[in-house]
T-cell receptor, first 111, second 114 residues
Framework: TQLLEQSPQFLSIQEGENLTVYCNSS?????LQWYRQEPGEGPVLLVT???GGEVKKLKRLTFQFGDARKDSSLHITAAQPGDTGLYLC???????????WGAGTKLIIKP | DSGVTQTPKHLITATGQRVTLRCSPR?????VYWYQQSLDQGLQFLIQ???????AKGNILERFSAQQFPDLHSELNLSSLELGDSALYFC?????????????FGSGTRLTVV
């Protein structure tokens, strides 16, 4: 059983559409990170959120940490083909600093 | 360039063989993590080293071993290779900033066992 559940597992949409992907858990996390991985490359850190209810924006990407620090979402506005990739969430718990990873959402943006 | 260097980028070998994957962490980072990623799957944590000492173990097979050297580079040794070991192997290093550990990944080594 994954401690961090990501949904959907796969999403294919047209350029220009909006989308939201989710990272959910029944456990509380002290921080949560989002990474994007392109084919054949390593994941790249996009953002870290640490405060319940926190919202961070990175151009067309909006990241939110749930009030209870058990879940997070990533919203992309006007998706572009360059957004294509595997989006991974990873969290740390107060008990230790090891990253716990979700299985990822594979996103394809069609031109 | 992320600052984490992995070699080789590609490796093709036969079943039963042994290979060594190498990783140089980002300058100043003391922690090295090894991950395995099979096709279209998430990251599976294998092992972590911190300043030469093993810090944490994940789902690492007994056929696999790792070490971190005094210059902080790390090697992952995979032996008695099986077809199912074919995967991308990533190394990451981490640094603490504002109390948070952010991981920087290398580009990975793609291992194909035939």
């Amino acid at each position: 059983t994954q401690l961090l559940e990501q949904s959907p597992q796969f999403l294919s949409i047209q350029e220009g559409e909006n989308l939201t992907v989710y990272c959910n858990s029944s456990s509380v996390f002290s921080s949560l990170q989002w990474y994007r991985q392109e084919p054949g490359e390593g994941p790249v850190l996009l953002v870290t959120v640490v405060t319940g209810g926190e919202v961070k924006k990175l151009k067309r990407l909006t990241f939110q940490f749930g009030d209870a620090r058990k879940d997070s979402s990533l919203h992309i506005t006007a998706a572009q083909p360059g957004d294509t990739g595997l989006y991974l969430c990873a969290g740390t718990m107060d008990s230790n600093y090891q990253l716990i990873w979700g299985a990822g959402t594979k996103l394809i943006i069609k031109p | 360039d992320s600052g984490v260097t992995q070699t080789p980028k590609h490796l093709i070998t036969a079943t039963g063989q042994r290979v060594t994957l190498r990783c140089s962490p980002r300058s100043g980072d003391l922690s090295v993590y090894w991950y395995q990623q099979s096709l279209d799957q998430g990251l599976q944590f294998l092992i972590q080293y911190y300043n030469g000492e093993e810090r944490a173990k994940g789902n690492i097979l007994e056929r696999f071993s790792a070490q971190q050297f005094p210059d902080l580079h790390s090697e992952l040794n995979l032996s008695s290779l099986e077809l199912g070991d074919s995967a991308l192997y990533f190394c990451a290093s981490s640094a603490r900033q504002d109390g948070i550990y952010g991981y920087t990944f290398g580009s990975g080594t793609r291992l194909t066992v035939v």
